[in-house]
């Protein structure tokens, strides 16, 4: 079990929070192509390293934060709240 350090609730479980998706992916305009759109939706990056994610705890305060964690190591280097 991964531990994640909640910015509210202090360090979680990680079955406590959900996977958002790439944080700093920006979501293509309204007139988008549908093969823009799937390219959002379905291909991700996966890269080894570290990287920028937004989790949401779930089954805890309910608030969105990204995570930068090291993908190889699950090492967590910082955490921040994405509502101030």
């Known amino acids: 079990m991964q531990k994640f350090p909640c910015p ?3 360090p979680r479980a990680d079955r406590e929070f959900r996977y958002g998706g790439d944080a700093g992916k920006l979501r293509p305009p309204r007139d988008c192509t ?3 759109w799937a390219r959002y939706r379905y291909q991700r ?3 080894k390293g570290v990287t920028h994610e ?16 090291d993908t190889m190591t699950h ?4 955490t921040r709240s994405l509502v101030p």
């Open 54 to 69: 937004l989790w949401l705890h779930a089954d805890g305060c309910g608030r969105w934060i990204e995570i930068q964690r």
């Open 75 to 78: 090492e967590v280097f910082a």
């Open 45 to 47: 990056a996966n890269g």
């Open 8 to 10: 509210f609730c202090g």
């Open 34 to 36: 549908d093969a823009e």
